[in-house]
């Protein structure tokens, strides 16, 4: 499914430029070590954190975007590292639980 | 953290659907779950985590346990295939937590327990379902005051004030709160017999209510005048009771609402805008 | 945000002698010391110097960092500006001039004081106190760590906080100009040292609160110097012709002890505390503008004052005895010229350089929504925490160790009474 077709049907804000990529799978965790180890290429990733470092850990797994939950404000350093890797973020108002309801519902099956 | 199942999800069924291990709590598999919150990041779980809710974690260590507790959680469910130490299952069984261990991503996890009921196919929640930080962020703390007790007056002032340093408000801000807290709060020492204090803080208004039990205030408006003072010729000499305590609170806060039953008491409260 | 600033601050932390007694974590005013993992570990912009941790640590874990006299050789001319309580550290039969010879002797070519300044402030003080009739009550700066504690934990009392000088600055200032004018060197030429009585004193130099720069190039601990000074002062002492006249030498109030500067001041309603929790009570009263009758306080962070100091050798009670045997030999000097300190006092001579500011306050999170999030996380571990107050998480209290929780600095496993592994860690 592609990015740009999820972002209505679950409100999602875009921080970040946001180009239009296929999202593979999506990966859910808090943890920037689980990301580096398990993550995969083109996955969607959902977190509540919003250090930094979550810029660093997406590109080099090549995420397709993070998105940050429980509408989290993001610091302006995040955002501004993003903008500089071109790593998209995007955020919204709803749980990590919320949004794989969601993301369940339009039809969104992992490859 | 949502919480899609307003009376409740038998653990078993969620069980069932993730076909995960039973690792502590086999007895207790028919107890409802209300919400289920989905994180790593456990200071979070006391911040967002409703009493009631599952905790879906990828975290398998100790603190994942002691937090779920802490947030009053009835269960944890370990993803990935994780499969928690001997500490954590004693922990766990000490408190009555159950502990499953399921083989899904967080990912998938998440849509299968979203599949039951049918909720998934709800992507609009319902009113009261609305994510956390929509909802207005509110902290409440109830004192006590105790009339004539000039030993401990200024107690819960310094509470109040150490209270909202410690959240960050601005100090100037910080101290006119303190300022009206104090005055209120003498005002119940001289001339009250108890009062419950209510500071209320959200992200724009800071509300301090003192609700005392005394004799009242026979004129309102009169008593809000400079210089006003039933104080006793003892009291003053200690230093309080120059009637300049109301003035000074309708100065330093925005609103201030005095009502006022002669024979049962007199209610403040004082409202202070937060930029 | 603002980048957080560096502070500096007067001791360095030997872990490797730390063995966990966990009483520097109580004794601290601002909650700035923890154990993590069994190390100690310091929140720096709380840290107001107060050296509560110097003393209540048995193995010296914390060292102070000063000037030696090595430093002081770098000099051509070096000048010596002794803190009061130099003088109340060798008994109370020793004469000043025995001290003073002892301090030319390990290698000063000059001993300045600061009594004739203590003396002239307290006319300006009078004065500023006259002048200025809102702010009240008006606060001493002559404590560096009460200046500090304004700083980290009052910052509304910043405005309170009076912007004249102290005797110690500007004895240097004065005492570089009559060394330059009389020997003729420049003035880098010149090294003005303090002997301090307290580890906060050298952050006042090193990082003055109000981001000047001191009059001084460098502190020396009056501990550090005591045993260099102690067999000379005997030596001195034992030669010394008891018939000799009384030697000309103004000692005045000596501010060392609680009460002087209130003293010196004089007029107006002056209140005087010591030691930091009595400051912290105090301050909270001018917080909820309780105080507001009161014109003037000297608030000092040790015990009875700076006799009561981290650096000081003698036990403050008998410091103090001894002081008021110095005011009463050496306290009377001839009369004061008040015009020419107030003409001095219009000109600028006291003035602070720059106003003093608070540091930054930080949120518990980056917008107060989160905040006061956090602060709800905070309250709800603190309410399943044991509330004991036992200190083996590595925080000094619950209540703190509920805080680092919700920020996300501590672990909730590390309270003992949730996990035994963390007995172990504590006790490694």
Redesign the interface.
């Known amino acids: 499914m592609k990015l740009q077709d999820m972002i209505s049907p679950l409100e999602l804000k875009a921080l970040t430029h946001v180009e239009d990529k296929e999202v593979e799978g999506i990966f859910i965790s808090d943890m920037l070590s689980d990301v580096m180890s398990s993550a995969k290429a083109g996955d969607l990733w959902l977190t509540v954190q919003t250090h930094k470092n979550i810029v660093s850990a997406a590109n080099l797994v090549d995420m397709a975007a993070i998105v940050v939950t429980h509408g989290k404000s993001v610091p302006k350093e995040t955002v501004d590292l993003a903008d500089r890797f071109h790593v998209a973020i995007l955020s919204c108002d709803g749980s990590n639980f919320e949004l794989s309801a969601k993301l369940h519902a339009i039809g969104f099956r992992p490859r | 953290?949502?919480g899609?199942h307003p009376d409740g999800l038998a653990l078993c069924r969620i069980q069932s659907a993730l076909a995960a291990d039973v690792v502590v709590g086999a007895g207790k598999m028919d107890i409802p779950v209300t919400a289920?919150?989905?994180?790593?990041?456990?200071?979070?779980v006391?911040?967002?985590g409703k009493p009631g809710s599952a905790l879906?974690t990828?975290?398998n260590?100790?603190?994942a346990a002691?937090?779920a507790?802490?947030?009053e959680f009835r269960a944890v469910i370990f993803i990935?295939g994780k499969r928690p130490a001997e500490?954590i299952c004693k922990?766990a069984e000490e408190k009555g937590l159950v502990v499953l261990s399921a083989r899904d991503?967080?990912?998938?996890a998440?849509?299968k327990?979203?599949?039951l009921d049918g909720?998934?196919?709800?992507?609009s929640?319902s009113e009261d379902l609305?994510?956390?930080?929509?909802e207005e962020?509110?902290?409440r703390y109830a004192f006590l005051i105790d009339g004539h007790d000039f030993a401990s007056a200024?107690m819960v002032?310094?509470q109040v004030?150490a209270?909202l340093?410690?959240?960050?408000?601005?100090?100037?801000l910080?101290?006119r709160v303190?300022?009206c807290?104090?005055e209120g709060e003498m005002n119940v020492v001289m001339h009250a017999d108890k009062a419950r204090t209510e500071l209320v803080?959200?992200?724009h208004e800071i509300r301090v209510v003192i609700d005392d039990e005394g004799k009242g205030i026979p004129d309102v408006t009169l008593a809000m005048q400079e210089g006003w003072t039933t104080a006793t010729d003892e009291q003053r000499a200690l230093?309080f009771g120059s009637g300049m305590g109301l003035p000074?609170i309708r100065k330093n806060a925005d609103v201030v609402d005095l009502t006022s039953v002669v024979g049962k008491g007199t209610r403040l409260e004082m409202r202070f805008r937060?930029i | 945000m603002e980048p957080e600033p560096g502070y500096y601050h007067a001791f360095s932390i030997n872990e490797d002698l730390c063995k966990g007694h966990s009483r520097c974590l109580r004794k601290c005013p601002t909650e700035a010391l923890r154990l993590r993992r069994g190390r100690i570990a310091m929140i720096s912009e709380r840290c107001i110097d107060c050296g509560e941790c110097l003393l209540a640590c048995p193995e010296g874990v914390f060292a102070p960092i000063c000037d030696s006299m090595e430093d002081v050789k770098k000099f051509r001319h070096k000048v010596v500006v002794p803190s009061p309580v130099l003088y109340a550290q060798f008994g109370a039969s020793v004469q000043p001039s025995s001290i003073r010879q002892a301090l030319l002797n390990t290698g000063f070519d000059e001993v300045a004081e600061t009594f004739y300044n203590s003396r002239a402030l307290g006319v300006v003080f009078r004065q500023y106190i006259q002048e200025n009739r809102g702010v009240r009550p008006l606060i001493s700066t002559y404590c560096p760590a009460v200046v500090r504690l304004i700083q980290v934990k009052y910052p509304n009392l910043v405005e309170n906080l009076m912007p004249i000088n102290i005797p110690r600055e500007i004895t240097a200032m004065e005492a570089r100009q009559g060394a330059v004018h009389r020997t003729g060197l420049p003035p880098e030429a010149v090294g003005v040292f303090y002997i301090a009585a307290c580890p906060s004193i050298v952050v006042s130099v090193k990082q003055p609160a109000e981001s000047g720069t001191s009059r001084f190039d460098g502190v020396l601990s009056l501990r550090n110097l005591y045993n260099a000074l102690l067999p000379d002062v005997l030596a001195l002492e034992k030669a010394a012709d008891a018939r000799a006249p009384k030697e000309s030498f103004f000692f005045g109030m000596g501010w060392s002890w609680m009460g002087q500067i209130g003293q010196a001041v004089g007029a107006g309603k002056c209140l005087s505390v010591a030691g930091l929790d009595h400051v912290v009570k105090i301050f909270d009263d001018i917080e909820s503008s309780k105080l507001r009758h009161i014109d003037f306080l000297e608030a000092l962070a040790c015990m009875q004052g700076c006799v009561g100091g981290a650096f000081a050798v003698e036990n403050p009670y008998v410091a103090r005895a001894n002081i008021i045997h110095l005011q009463q030999q050496y306290g009377q000097d001839r009369e004061v010229d008040t015009e020419a300190i107030l003409q001095r006092y219009r000109a600028g001579h006291y003035a602070m350089d720059l106003p003093i500011k608070p540091r930054p306050t930080r949120m518990l999170d980056i917008d107060l929504p989160t905040s006061i999030k956090r602060m709800k996380q905070k309250e709800r571990v603190f309410a399943k925490l044991p509330q004991k107050d036992c200190g083996l998480c590595g925080a000094p209290t619950c209540e703190a160790f509920a805080r680092d929780c919700a920020l996300g600095e501590a672990d909730l496993t590390d309270c003992v009474f949730f996990s035994e592994e963390a007995v172990h860690v504590r006790t490694r």
């Open positions: 953290m949502q899609p289920v919150y989905a994180s790593d990041l456990m200071s979070d006391l911040a967002y879906l990828g975290l260590s100790k603190q002691i937090s507790y802490m947030a990935r500490a922990f991503d967080m990912f998938e998440c849509a327990i979203a599949d909720t998934a196919a709800d992507p929640p609305r994510p956390p930080m929509v962020e509110t902290i200024g002032s310094t004030k209270i340093k410690t959240v960050g408000v601005e100090p100037a910080v101290r303190a300022i807290t104090y803080l959200d992200d230093g000074n937060v």
